[in-house]
């Protein structure tokens, strides 16, 4: 079956985009007028692959969907900007080379998806990417009492720490994380649930190119509700009037605690209202205000996220913190919380000396020494 969808990649190739030569032609006019949109129904004659939700994006002339490919999960990304493509190769090629950081859960290429294919539809650089038969972190806390839930969550967020930690180390960065973009794979050998970080398209770097505290202007705060832009999901620096710069690193950090609120409350912290019918979004105006409030006076407003995990509770407000200057990147987290958040999830961890554990064992070495050593 995969030999059969791989010739139809191959096989499958589209007029490339072209354009009439005018002078003050407006790009996205002539994209609209040479370019047909892709719909589901394109990949009916593509052998065991199924469409199983399109996802919705603001942008133009791209097309996401979560796929089943024979017994696999996957995602298929179409796009007219070719570097797009070309960086989720460049990443798929690099992502067994990363380095486990002692203290942290160890993870592999394995806790990322798989690379099966690019080709050509219709003018777009469509990708192929699949990962083990799952479900998403959305999905699998659903039905969870509040005890199964404090039970399972601080294995998977290690693990989720643990894999961010992992692309840094070869230069990547992950954006957009959220509940959707976490899958959750049941092991039958061990109660610890396993995790994989889908969604190759949100990781962007250069390997080997490690890059710390990396800038740019993002403003998807009043662009319109997608999969990548969930309401609810991004930092009060997402809000501001004008464009600015902002780190990436931090939005990853906000976007994460947001994904740790949204797995104990059932909704993002902001953007929504419970009711007897589940939950209701806010008007658009209400939530750009809530967040232009955060960024001024620096205070959460969100309802409680009942957890008894305190660990788990701690690491969700380090990450929630309004001040984008207080609030530590992923790489920066303090490695004795999420070491006592691992207590006892039954992951496993990397062995190994940090900067930490080596002063500690120098005290140590210098105490044995002279016992009358002071600390």
């Given at each position: 079956m995969k030999r059969a969808l791989t010739v139809a990649f191959i096989a499958a190739v589209a007029a490339m985009l072209g354009c009439d030569g005018g002078a003050h032609a407006n790009p996205a006019r002539v994209i609209a007028r040479d370019i047909d949109p892709i719909t589901s129904s394109d990949w009916s004659d593509f052998s065991g692959l199924n469409i199983t939700k399109k996802l919705p994006q603001p942008r133009s002339f791209e097309y996401?969907?979560?796929?089943?490919?024979n017994d696999k999960e996957g995602m298929l990304v179409c796009t007219t900007l070719k570097f797009k493509t070309e960086r989720m190769k460049h990443v798929a090629k690099h992502l067994s080379k990363g380095?486990?950081?002692p203290g942290l859960a160890i993870v592999s290429a394995d806790s990322f998806p798989k690379l099966e294919g690019t080709m050509m539809v219709k003018g777009h650089y469509c990708t192929l990417t699949t990962w083990p038969k799952s479900m998403s972190l959305?999905?699998?806390?659903?039905?969870?009492?509040?005890?199964?839930r404090d039970r399972v969550l601080p294995a998977i967020f290690?693990?989720?720490i643990s894999a961010l930690s992992y692309l840094q180390s070869m230069g990547f960065i992950y954006n957009y994380i959220n509940i959707e973009s976490i899958m959750i794979r049941s092991n039958m050998a061990s109660e610890v649930p396993e995790v994989i970080v889908a969604d190759l398209h949100y990781i962007s770097g250069k390997y080997g190119v490690l890059k710390t505290g990396e800038y740019a202007t993002i403003r998807s705060g009043d662009e319109p509700e997608s999969f990548e832009n969930e309401r609810g999901y991004r930092p009060p620096e997402d809000y501001?009037?004008?464009?600015?710069?902002?780190?990436?690193?931090?939005?990853t950090s906000w976007m994460l605690g947001a994904t740790i609120y949204d797995s104990l409350a059932g909704m993002?912290?902001?953007?929504?209202?419970?009711?007897?019918?589940?939950?209701?979004?806010?008007?658009?105006?209400?939530?750009?205000?809530?967040?232009?409030?955060?960024?001024?006076?620096?205070?959460?407003?969100?309802?409680?996220?009942?957890?008894?995990?305190?660990?788990l509770a701690t690491l969700m407000k380090t990450l929630l913190n309004c001040d984008p200057r207080a609030r530590p990147a992923i790489s920066k987290l303090?490695?004795?919380?999420?070491?006592?958040l691992?207590?006892?999830?039954?992951?496993?961890?990397?062995?190994?000396?940090?900067?930490?554990?080596?002063?500690?064992?120098?005290?140590?070495?210098?105490?044995?020494?002279?016992?009358f050593t002071r600390n």
């Open positions: 996401h969907a979560r796929v089943k490919y380095i486990n950081r959305k999905e699998y806390v659903r039905n969870k009492r509040p005890e199964e290690v693990q989720v501001k009037d004008s464009d600015t710069l902002v780190s990436k690193e931090k939005v993002p912290p902001y953007g929504f209202t419970k009711s007897l019918n589940g939950t209701v979004p806010w008007k658009d105006a209400k939530l750009k205000q809530v967040m232009e409030d955060l960024r001024k006076f620096g205070k959460n407003t969100y309802p409680p996220a009942e957890t008894s995990n305190n660990h303090n490695l004795q919380l999420i070491r006592e691992a207590g006892g999830s039954g992951v496993k961890i990397a062995i190994g000396f940090t900067a930490t554990d080596m002063w500690s064992f120098f005290k140590l070495a210098v105490r044995t020494v002279n016992p």
